[in-house]
């Protein structure tokens, strides 16, 4: 229910997908005016070259994952099922041997919503085509999970709130040099509270040492006919946790990685890197054709956290009155990969 918060106004720093969709949630939940601030317009985050995937990636502390990664689960499920045409849900297996024998924690999320389970890979015969992941390992899991358009998805989240009279969205603007920086501004426009997105942007603005960028690197393709599979590994021979092989259609084009490289900040795909993603797409969508459906190279920086997800608040001492400003701080979240 909607409550009257006339005097209460939220400034919400960071332009990707927890920024937006906290910035949307106060506006529709509580229902006080909301300032969205971020350094980068939505498309240029790292949020909208994800893969969409949903499914737990790197996040801990495992307890609160399990009933976070579920209500994001619940969400997209139902968009899906009331026909929204930024979610699909699709096949998704993930190769490995023995260590794949134990199901993650999630595998039974919403009752079964998932429908997972661990197969043999000899079961998959006439399912996947790769003969080299057939070959190679000797165990999947398999479960059918929602997969966000992500960048339509920021942009539908992004034109709600430039439409919405109760919301300011001002991008392109400076990253705050501190908590301090953040709480001036707050308090010159009038906010009462302030939430905290900004990934990355927290280590210089916090000095937050725990948080270090985790490289991915992709390549983009035209999505096949017929591409409507997941497929990941990232165990020996065709992949590793650090370079992991997969490949996730979205909307028109096909995701391919990637790499997983915490500390790593080269911001171009190496020429190494190209190739051995682009055997990945061959290995893993044998029908594909590289010539006609190669688009580009992405890179983005995970924001890695060796103490998990920050949900915590910081009470910011403003003016001279003894007064302070609510800074929640929410950033780390790979429940979408």
Not at 152 to 167: F, M, T
Not at 303 to 325: F, K, Q, W
């Amino acid at each position: 229910m909607r409550t009257n918060t006339d005097e209460a106004k939220a400034l919400v720093v960071g332009g990707g997908i927890i920024g937006l969709s906290i910035a949307k949630a106060i506006r529709d939940d509580i229902g006080c005016h909301v300032i969205l601030y971020s350094p980068l317009h939505p498309l240029d985050t790292t949020s909208a070259g994800a893969g969409g995937l949903w499914m737990p990636f790197h996040c801990e502390p495992a307890e609160l994952v399990n009933s976070w990664s579920q209500e994001t689960l619940k969400y997209f499920l139902d968009l899906k099922h009331k026909g929204d045409s930024l979610v699909e849900t699709l096949d998704a297996f993930q190769f490995g041997s023995k260590e794949l024998l134990s199901p993650p924690t999630w595998a039974h999320h919403l009752g079964g919503a998932l429908n997972f389970q661990v197969q043999k890979t000899r079961e998959l015969y006439g399912i996947i085509e790769s003969q080299a992941l057939l070959q190679n390992y000797s165990h999947v899991w398999s479960f059918t999970t929602p997969v966000i358009n992500s960048p339509k998805y920021l942009e539908r989240l992004l034109a709600s709130l430039e439409s919405d009279p109760g919301a300011e969205v001002r991008l392109n603007d400076r990253a705050f040099s501190s908590m301090e920086d953040l709480a001036t501004y707050a308090c010159a426009n009038g906010c009462t509270f302030a939430v905290n997105c900004s990934g990355l942007g927290s280590k210089k603005m916090l000095g937050d040492e725990n948080l270090t960028p985790a490289r991915g690197a992709l390549l983009h393709f035209k999505r096949p006919k017929n591409c409507n599979q997941v497929i990941m590994v990232d165990a020996p021979p065709l992949g590793s946790e650090t370079r992991p092989a997969y490949i996730i259609p979205r909307g028109d084009i096909m995701v391919v990685g990637g790499t997983y490289l915490e500390g790593d900040t080269t911001a171009f795909v190496t020429g190494e890197e190209k190739r051995t993603i682009k055997n990945n797409a061959k290995v893993l969508f044998p029908k594909l054709s590289e010539s006609e459906n190669y688009i580009n190279t992405w890179v983005g920086f995970r924001p890695a956290r060796g103490l998990g997800i920050r949900t915590d608040i910081t009470m910011i001492e403003v003016g001279n009155a003894g007064e302070s400003l609510p800074l929640f701080h929410k950033y780390v979240r790979h429940f979408i990969c």
